[in-house]
């Protein structure tokens, strides 16, 4: 059982909209907590929004009034809508979680395959 699955990716246009999904099987638990990441070519991986184990957000300042992250826990479902996008949003998305709520991302449990998200100017 692949413990996340993303969807929602695609191409758009500057100023365009995306919605991501991540679908999360029952070995995440609704405590842990989730996020968005992201990693353009040639650049290291880098956060986008987290939730906390007890529901609290934590946007990065890039994408603070652009995005929204959201969860659905009855659903286990993790959503990333993203509004105004640009050309520097360009990037494979991933959802990530972790029963611990490391500091250090990189070192959370649960990795999703990604998602592409294209935004041409």
């Known amino acids: 059982q692949v413990p996340l699955v993303e969807s929602g990716g695609g191409s758009v246009q500057a100023g365009g909209s995306l919605r991501l999904s991540c679908a999360a099987s029952?070995?995440?638990?609704?405590?842990?907590?989730m996020g968005w990441f992201r990693q353009a070519p040639g650049k290291e991986r880098e956060a986008v929004a987290r939730v906390g184990s007890e529901g609290s957000i934590r946007y990065e300042e890039f994408v603070k009034d652009r995005f929204t992250i959201s969860k659905d826990n009855a659903n286990n479902t993790l959503y990333l809508q993203m509004n105004n996008l640009k050309a520097e949003d360009t990037a494979m998305y991933y959802c990530?979680?972790?029963?611990?709520?490391?500091?250090?991302?990189?070192?959370?449990?649960?990795w999703g395959q990604g998602t592409q998200v294209t935004v041409s100017s």
């Open positions: 029952g070995i995440i638990r609704s405590t842990y907590c």
């Open positions: 990530a979680a972790d029963s611990l709520c490391r500091i250090n991302f990189d070192k959370w449990t649960y």
